[in-house]
């Protein structure tokens, strides 16, 4: 096996805790991304970790392969990750402030550190309802945008932050959306970006969007009809 030279890469983030894995992500150039949380004693951070394709820890990354962040003054959970076509790297899940619990999102930069151009401090985090929330699922948009879903007080809950960080209030005015779904109101453990092929603008964000996280596309699947001159796809713009 060409991973750690038997296949599994093993790897302690704190001498006093364990690492939860919560999601892994490839980046192009094929290093490895894994999120989740470190857990020691009766609190957790976010924590991110890259592996060189030989399954070693890649050390241009926070200097020895792996980083950990606390938001809140309690539990700090990802659940989920993303690699923007940048190569910065998302993390969401939810932070623990005592009382309740928030949507959270955190962004790196390649080299692990904090993406300061990110809320103000690499960390975002959001209030809904009146009690606990928390971020399951993350997408991002073609135009850069974060969306995030999970659950809050009210039920099924949507939110979705610029590329800055900053919520995006076009969206359902406050850049939330909560909506009850049955009896317990409803979990999203998943999220997808759809697009309208129809319009220019949302299938370029589309094509940037696989060019993002792929670098190139070897495959074009044609399923939005034909004309009689041509393609849809090879159609020009006028």
Do not use: C, P, W
Not at 153 to 160: E, K, W, Y
Not at 214 to 237: H, P, Q, S, W, Y
């Amino acid at each position: 096996a060409s991973l750690d030279g038997d296949g599994i890469a093993v790897t302690n983030v704190s001498t006093d805790g364990q690492m939860f894995v919560a999601a892994t992500a490839i980046q192009i150039d094929g290093k490895i991304v894994v999120g989740g949380y470190s857990y020691a004693y009766s609190d957790s951070d976010f924590a991110v970790l890259r592996y060189n394709t030989n399954g070693s820890l890649d050390t241009t990354f926070s200097g020895d392969g792996k980083t950990t962040t606390a938001i809140g003054n309690g539990d700090d959970r990802a659940t989920a990750l993303a690699i923007q076509g940048d190569g910065k790297i998302i993390l969401a899940g939810y932070s623990n402030t005592g009382s309740d619990s928030h949507f959270a999102v955190v962004r790196y930069n390649t080299d692990g550190s904090l993406d300061t151009t990110f809320s103000g401090d690499g960390r975002a985090t959001t209030a809904i309802g009146t009690g606990a929330s928390r971020a399951n699922a993350l997408a991002i948009q073609g135009d850069g945008k974060i969306v995030l879903a999970g659950s809050s007080s009210g039920g099924l809950t949507v939110a979705r932050y610029h590329a800055d960080g900053v919520l995006d209030t076009s969206f359902d005015d406050d850049g939330t959306l909560t909506i009850a779904v049955g009896t317990y109101g409803g979990v999203a453990n998943a999220v997808a970006i759809q697009a309208d092929v129809s319009r220019l603008d949302e299938a370029q964000a589309l094509v940037k969007a696989a060019l993002d996280a792929f670098g190139r596309l070897d495959i074009l699947v044609n399923n939005a009809g034909t004309t009689r001159d041509n393609l849809i796809a090879l159609m020009k713009e006028d």
